[in-house]
């Protein structure tokens, strides 16, 4: 055993001074030498192979070596897995209102629904007005026993009533008295006999139309006949009067009549569907 460290001393000696040489040294070695360091590299192996972890505890230590240079980056690692969820937070507090957005574009038209229940019956409406047309018409004639002559500016009364349907002539006062607005259409018919004839159409005490007849002695009487168109509102009166007192030959007789006609031709209610 002795033997053996003296030899490993004296070889790790010849190692140091081996180790310490430079490159150039080594390569100037002489085959003694290189013949010192290989048998050192057998004993060692020889004799370290037993030792725990092939660590050598009692042989000399050398110097640290130079760092080395830093290696290059690895490749990145995989992902790493996901995180456990974390506990659910207090609500926050309410935000305040966000400004209205502005309208979206028009959607496409729905298709038709089904037609709902019928609704209830409403409330019965106020009274119309009447769907029957207006009417308004009057003839009369002037009896044979009335006294003649009659009085200039005095109203004729044809007592002798042909159409009074709806009393809007007064054969007392000879006048006919408006009831529905509108147009009428007035005619006079007079039989002329023993004297000229002359008479005026009155409304509201104004001449709307003037007729005259002269009478030559003949031995027939003659005829007089005018019309004429009036519009008319309510309360309005019309008749025939005498215009001067030397032509009052308006006469009648079973044989001949002087007459008075009036008739509503259209009505002029603005108020109402029906007759506008």
Not at 20 to 27: A, D, E, M
Not at 41 to 61: F, W
Not at 208 to 237: C, E, M, R
Request: charged share 20%.
């Amino acid at each position: 055993m002795a033997v053996f460290i003296l030899l490993c001393q004296w070889l790790s000696l010849s190692l140091s001074l081996s180790l310490s040489l430079s490159p150039h040294r080594l390569n100037a070695m002489t085959p003694l030498q290189c013949g010192r360091l290989s048998l050192l590299l057998v004993v060692l192996l020889h004799y370290t192979n037993p030792l725990e972890d092939n660590k050598i505890h009692s042989l000399c230590t050398g110097s640290p070596g130079i760092p080395g240079s830093p290696g290059l980056h690895g490749s990145p690692g995989q992902p790493g897995r996901d995180g456990r969820d974390g506990r659910d937070a207090p609500p926050g507090e309410r935000g305040e209102r966000g400004d209205p957005g502005e309208p979206g574009q028009p959607g496409v038209r729905g298709l038709t629904g089904d037609r709902g229940d019928p609704g209830e019956k409403g409330e019965r409406g106020s009274p119309g007005e009447c769907a029957v047309a207006p009417k308004s018409a009057f003839s009369a004639k002037l009896s044979e026993s009335r006294t003649m002559p009659l009085a200039a500016g005095e109203a004729v009364r044809f007592d002798k009533i042909v159409l009074n349907e709806q009393g809007d002539y007064n054969m007392e006062t000879g006048r006919f008295t408006c009831r529905v607005p509108g147009v009428y259409y007035f005619a006079v018919h007079a039989t002329v006999y023993r004297q000229s004839l002359q008479f005026d159409l009155m409304k509201n005490g104004h001449t709307v139309a003037s007729y005259f007849q002269i009478f030559g002695n003949w031995s027939k009487p003659a005829s007089l006949s005018g019309g004429t168109l009036l519009h008319l509102i309510p309360g309005d009166q019309v008749w025939v009067q005498m215009a001067l007192g030397e032509y009052m030959g308006l006469y009648s007789s079973s044989k001949t009549d002087s007459t008075f006609t009036g008739f509503l031709v259209y009505s002029d209610w603005k108020n109402s569907s029906v007759f506008a």
